[in-house]
C-alpha cells in the first residue's frame, strides 16, 4: 500500500513538470536565418546611420585636394586646433563614430611616427610636439557617446619607400601597429585604392593589413572596396543603388578596381558574403577646406540621406577642420540645421496610434511574431513574421487609420537584418492604389512620396528570400521635402 501512495504522489508532482514542458514546446520559435548574417560589429555599424570623416592635413594649408609630397612640414600650424569642438559639432549632429585622416596621400602623418620626420614632428605647431591623433581621441574618449576611427592612405606620394613593395609594406604595417596600439579604441580603419595614374607601381600587402588589424583590435570594422566589414558604395556623391543589397561575392572585389563600381553600388543577392555600403560624400564640394567654399545646402543633405541611409547604408559625412584648426561656424550651423530636420521628419510616426493587421503571422495570435511588433521601438529584434505557408508567395501588412485619414510623404520599412536581408520586391499601396514599386528593403527603406492623405496603407512583400521578417514600420511627414521644385 505504501509503494502504491508513493508511486501516485511522483505521478502526481511529474504531471504539472510535464504540462509546463509541453507548453514550452508549443511556443512558435523564430524562423531560421538567411546567410549570410551580419557580426556584432557590423550590426552596431549600421545602426549608426550617419557618422563623420574629418579630412585635416597640410592640404588645409595649401588650398589643394591631393598634395603632392613635396609640401615642407612648416605651413602646418594649426594655431587655434581644437578637437573638442570637433566632437561637439558631432555630437550635436547626432553623430556616433568620426574618422579622422592620420595620414593622406601626400605622407603628411598627424602623429609623431617612429619611422619619418615628415609629421607633425616638423612643424611649427606646438613646437613640433604637438599630435593631433591624440587630441582627436582624447576629446572622443572625455566626451562619451562617440567612437574614433582612423584612416591611413596607402598610396604615399612622399615616402621614397613607396614602390618598393617590401620595404613600404613594412613600413606601413609599423605605422598601423602605432595608430592601432597607442591611441586607445578604434571602432572603424580606413583603406582606399586610390591613386594617381602616373603613380609608382605598388603591390599592398593587404591579407598582411588586415590581420594586424585584427590582432590589435578585435571589435573593429575595416572598410575598402572590398571590405572585409564594410565597403565603398561605389561613388563620392553619397547615393547607393535604388536597389541594396548588404551581401556580395568578395571573391569578385579588388581593391582600386574601377570595373566593380557598378556591382559595389547595388550588391548582390546571391552574395556569400555580408559586406554592407558606406557612402562618404562631402558637405563642401571639396573634401579639404577651402575658403571659397560654403558647405551644402539643407535640401542637398537631405536627399542624400534619403539616397544613402534610406537605402540600407550608413551615411559617412566628411566635414573638414578649417587652417585654423576648427570647423567652420558656416558647417556646424548647417550640422545642426540636418540634424534638426532628421528629428523633425522622424521623431513622429503617424502610424503608431493606428490599428494594424497582417495577412498571417507565425505561430498565430500570441505567438510573438505579431504586426504590432512594428510600431515598437526595438527596429531589430522584435518583428511581423508571417506564417510559412510553403505556396504562399504574397504576404502583407497593412495599417489602418479609424478616422479621417493620414498626411504623409515619407513611408519607412526596416528588415529584421539580424537574421539576414530578405526582400527582393515590395509595393505599397495607399486606399488601393499602387504608389510604390521597389525593390530591396535591408537595415531601412525611405520611401518619399508627393503628399498623400490616406486612410489604409498596405505594404505587399512580393518576393523574398525565405519569409519576409519586417521589424519596424513608420509613416512620417517631410515639411522640407517640396518634389515639384527638387
Not at 100 to 127: E, M, Q
Not at 345 to 357: D, H, Q
Not at 381 to 409: C, M, S
Not at 410 to 424: D, F, K, N, S
Request: contains cysteine; glycine residues 8%; hydrophobic residues 35%.
Amino acid at each position: 500500500m505504501a509503494k502504491f501512495w508513493c508511486s501516485l504522489c511522483i505521478i502526481i508532482i511529474l504531471q504539472p513538470s510535464n504540462l509546463a514542458i509541453a507548453r514550452r514546446e508549443q511556443v512558435p520559435t523564430p524562423p531560421l536565418p538567411v546567410l549570410p548574417l551580419p557580426t556584432f560589429s557590423q550590426l552596431k555599424w549600421q545602426q549608426r546611420e550617419l557618422i563623420m570623416f574629418l579630412h585635416f592635413g597640410v592640404n588645409t594649408f595649401t588650398d589643394s585636394e591631393w598634395g603632392t609630397g613635396k609640401e615642407n612640414p612648416a605651413i602646418f600650424n594649426p594655431a587655434g586646433l581644437d578637437a573638442k569642438q570637433w566632437v561637439t559639432a558631432a555630437a550635436e549632429a547626432g553623430i556616433s563614430l568620426m574618422i579622422l585622416t592620420a595620414k593622406h596621400h601626400d605622407g603628411f602623418c598627424l602623429w609623431p611616427s617612429r619611422y619619418t620626420d615628415h609629421s607633425v614632428i616638423s612643424s611649427p605647431w606646438k613646437n613640433g610636439h604637438g599630435d593631433v591623433v591624440q587630441e582627436f581621441v582624447s576629446a572622443v574618449k572625455a566626451h562619451g557617446g562617440i567612437d574614433a576611427g582612423l584612416y591611413l592612405s596607402p598610396w604615399d606620394r612622399h615616402d621614397r619607400r613607396y614602390g618598393h613593395d617590401l620595404q613600404y609594406n613594412e613600413y606601413y604595417l609599423a605605422q598601423l601597429q602605432e595608430l592601432l596600439s597607442e591611441y586607445g579604441s578604434v571602432k572603424e580603419i580606413w583603406f582606399d585604392g586610390a591613386k594617381g595614374k602616373n603613380a609608382k607601381n605598388m603591390s599592398y600587402y593587404f591579407t598582411d593589413w588586415f590581420a594586424m588589424v585584427r590582432e590589435l583590435q578585435s571589435s573593429i570594422n575595416i572598410f575598402s572596396d572590398a571590405g572585409p566589414d564594410v565597403r565603398w558604395v561605389g561613388n563620392e556623391r553619397g547615393f547607393a543603388g535604388n536597389t541594396s543589397w548588404s551581401t556580395i561575392n568578395s571573391t569578385s572585389l579588388s581593391i582600386g578596381n574601377a570595373s566593380i563600381i557598378d556591382y559595389l553600388n547595388t550588391g548582390d543577392p546571391k552574395g556569400t558574403n555580408w559586406l554592407p555600403a558606406e557612402c562618404d560624400v562631402s558637405i563642401r564640394k571639396g573634401w579639404f577646406w577651402h575658403k571659397s567654399e560654403s558647405p551644402k545646402k539643407l535640401s542637398e543633405l537631405l536627399q542624400i540621406y534619403y539616397n544613402s541611409v534610406g537605402r540600407n547604408c550608413v551615411m559617412l559625412l566628411n566635414v573638414p577642420p578649417n587652417s585654423t584648426g576648427v570647423i567652420s561656424e558656416t558647417d556646424v550651423q548647417r550640422l545642426k540645421q540636418f540634424k534638426s530636420a532628421i528629428d523633425t521628419i522622424f521623431s513622429t510616426n503617424l502610424a503608431e496610434k493606428c490599428f494594424i493587421k497582417a495577412s498571417s503571422q507565425r505561430g498565430g495570435k500570441g505567438g510573438g511574431f505579431g504586426p504590432e511588433n512594428v510600431l515598437d521601438s526595438d527596429h531589430l529584434w522584435t518583428y511581423w513574421a508571417p506564417r510559412d505557408d510553403g505556396h504562399k508567395k504574397k504576404h502583407w501588412i497593412e495599417i489602418r487609420v479609424q478616422n479621417e485619414g493620414l498626411r504623409f510623404n515619407v513611408v519607412r520599412i526596416q528588415e529584421a537584418i539580424g537574421l539576414g536581408q530578405r526582400i527582393v520586391r515590395h509595393e505599397i499601396l495607399v486606399d488601393g492604389k499602387k504608389l510604390v514599386e521597389g525593390t530591396t528593403v535591408g537595415y531601412k527603406r525611405l520611401h518619399r512620396l508627393e503628399e498623400v492623405h490616406g486612410s489604409v496603407v498596405r505594404i505587399i512583400v512580393k518576393e523574398s528570400r525565405g519569409l519576409p521578417l519586417i521589424s519596424s514600420i513608420g509613416l512620417h511627414f517631410d515639411p522640407y521635402w517640396n518634389p515639384n521644385k527638387q
